[in-house]
């Protein structure tokens, strides 16, 4: 007879034989939700039992990751501190800086309108600026576009286009259009493109041009005033020079006058070869650009060239003459006006302008204690002066001086901006 050595077991502590036994269930207090675990072992019923015979193993279950022990709030915070920046400080992009809109961010139309009336191409100006208007959507720069507009009616004396325009402008923009300015001298219908008095000079300068050139010399035995528009020429060669250095002449010997209009390209093809030390240049360019230059009354530019003139060919330099008969009908500056707050006044066309502009701004700056300048009656401004104003006001800037542009029309407003001038000076438009 065998007797356990394990000792003697309660009756009611011993399973049924072959089931499992059943752990009781135990109360327990309200638990958050957590991940599943393991099903209990049952364990026999009183502390010193050591009787394992009737062990049932629990059911196996699918192996799963142990979850990372939990980490306490303060040090979770310290390790994010550790491993990782903010993503303000590195993922952020930086902000740009806030700029005011600049006065000179001009929508391309406005800077085309202004490059063609500064060159003296009035009708170009004319055509971008009109169909711009009606059929581009200008956003902020549509104000300024319309104005343009206005001006170039008035320049152009468009009367009838004018004040049809400012209906339109009423509808659009709610507010009260640009007046018409009646001038004491009206512009004659005969010089405007297309008119009798207008002949216009294309492609090379040469013996080929010399119907255009005849033309003109027909046009100046019937009227008094001629105009002759050079914005389409694209080259020159001396004879064409010399045919047209003898039109002229002949034209302001009979006591005509001649207009020129797009002169700067003129003088630009001319300037270019007729460079002191460059005898290759044929004389009859030098005597061209010399006649041009006594044309426009741009005296500091003909004794220049005159001096290099001479230089280069060893003679005695050309000498200025004055024509108070005949002439171009512009000067780069009128003499100073007198006003009554001490302003210098430029008016007309100011184009070719030399250093006795920059003479003159230089002097009104240090006799007043603010440099004004007065273009009230300023019709247009070519780059060559822009760009001398803007070196000789640039330079008056910096040495302290506070200057005050006013009066200006919205095309020689626009530029000004488009050249920079609007930076060192503070421009108000004509109204």
Known sequence: MVFSIFGRKKAESKPAPGKAPVAKP???????????????????????????????????SAPRA???????PAAQAAVVQQDAKPPALEEAPAAAPVIPPAADELDPVIVETAIF???GQVVQALSTLSRS????????????????????????????EFEALAMEFVVKFERSP??????????????????????????????ASAPELEKLREIAERLLTVRM????????????????????????????????TGETQLLRLLEEPCQAGRLETDD?????????????????????????YAVTFEVSPPSWESQPSAGAERAPVEPPADSEDGALVLSGEITGAG??????????????????????????VDFVTAGLMLNVLSKLQRSGTTIQIRGVNELIHALFLVMGIGKIARIIPRR
């Open 133 to 160: 208007v009606r059929e581009a959507d200008l956003g902020a720069s549509a104000l300024q576009a319309w104005l343009m507009l206005f001006h170039l009616y008035q320049h152009l004396d468009m009367r009838p």
């Open 117 to 119: 009336f500064a060159n």
């Open 355 to 380: 250093e006795a502009l920059a003479a003159q701004l230089q002097d009104w700056s240090a006799a007043n204690a603010m440099l004004v300048i007065d273009m009230s009656r300023a019709k247009r």
């Open 178 to 207: 640009p007046s018409w300015v009646e001038t004491a001298k009206r512009s004659d219908p005969a010089l405007v493109t297309g008119g009798i008095g207008y002949c216009a000079l294309s492609g090379t300068l040469s013996e």
């Open 284 to 308: 009859a360019l030098w005597a061209l650009l010399l006649e041009l230059y006594r044309m426009l009354k741009l005296k500091d530019k003909f004794e220049e060239t005159a001096v290099n």
């Open 229 to 260: 528009d050079c914005a389409k020429l694209q080259g020159l060669d001396a004879p064409g020079c010399r045919l047209l250095r003898e039109t002229l002449a002949s034209i302001r010997g009979a006591g005509r006058e001649v207009m020129i």
């Open 26 to 60: 135990r109360p327990s207090p309200a638990k958050p939700a957590s991940p599943a675990k393991p099903a209990e072992v049952p364990q026999a019923q009183g502390e010193d039992s050591l009787d394992f015979s009737t062990y049932v193993p629990p059911a196996k």
């Open 66 to 72: 142990e979850a990372p022990p939990p980490v306490a």
